[in-house]
């Protein structure tokens, strides 16, 4: 090997080292913070990234998981989405047996006895943060965390300058509004630092155990920021599509 081709071998070399490290450093350095900020969004979120930041399971209507995390008069809650179906081969619908069938494999098994032991939700997150899930089942399936529900506690009494201060002073621009002191009402809302737009509401809820307070909630999608996370929606997308035949 001359001179010259060996000085382009360890140039090339040197250039595939330093692009490796690239990408292998930026990926361990994705931002996954779930801001406190009203109006900014990640969407680089996972389940251990808000765990982490302690959020913790709150409820799970409609098996729509939900964690939230309180910080003083402030709830913000995320959706938790996590697919660990492979979607491979076509869907089949499942057949329930008929009720003779059921009846034959039940048959002699009547004095069966089971044990159960049964634990309080609140024990069960305590063992296990990442309930419902465990987490070294989900780490390679895909999640989802596209919802975002940011409420604030206002107090017994509606004061709309208080909160259109708020808005403003976090950025925000009110653009269209429909509330009164007496119903409360909604109103959207554009931030200019992301260029989205927020639906806000106000209504007198619970927001803590018998106490009617009026409550501000902003709620939206998380938006897809960047291309690599456009890219994985719309495989998984793909994936079901064609598993479910559509």
Not at 54 to 71: D, E, H, L, W
Not at 102 to 115: A, Q, R, Y
Not at 139 to 167: A, H, M, P, S
Not at 230 to 245: A, F, S, V
């Amino acid at each position: 090997m001359n001179r010259g081709k060996l000085i382009i071998f360890i140039s090339s070399a040197i250039l595939n080292i330093a692009l490796l490290y690239f990408l292998f450093s930026k990926s361990e350095n994705i931002d996954r913070t779930p801001y406190l900020h009203p109006f900014e969004l990640n969407s680089n979120l996972n389940l251990k990234s808000i765990v982490k930041n302690g959020y913790k399971f709150a409820s799970m209507p409609c098996g729509q998981v939900q964690y939230t995390k309180q910080i003083a008069d402030t709830i913000i809650q995320y959706e938790v989405g996590i697919d660990c179906d492979k979607y491979e081969g076509k869907y089949e619908m499942f057949m329930f047996p008929e009720e003779e069938e059921i009846e034959e494999e039940t048959e002699g098994k009547s004095d069966l006895k089971t044990t159960y032991i049964s634990k309080t939700l609140e024990e069960e997150i305590a063992e296990n943060k990442y309930y419902p899930w465990e987490l070294k089942e989900i780490e390679n399936c895909y999640q989802e965390i596209k919802w975002r529900v940011y409420t604030i506690n206002f107090g017994k009494d509606l004061d709309l300058e208080k909160v259109r201060n708020f808005i403003y002073k976090k950025g925000g621009n009110i653009v269209n509004e429909n509330w009164n002191k007496e119903k409360g009402g909604n109103a959207i809302v554009y931030y200019r630092n992301n260029s989205l737009y927020f639906n806000i509401g106000i209504s007198k809820d619970e927001f803590s155990e018998n106490n009617k307070t009026w409550v501000f909630n902003i709620t939206r999608t998380i938006p897809y920021l960047d291309f690599e996370k456009i890219r994985k929606n719309t495989e998984q997308q793909k994936k079901r599509d064609k598993y479910y035949g559509q």
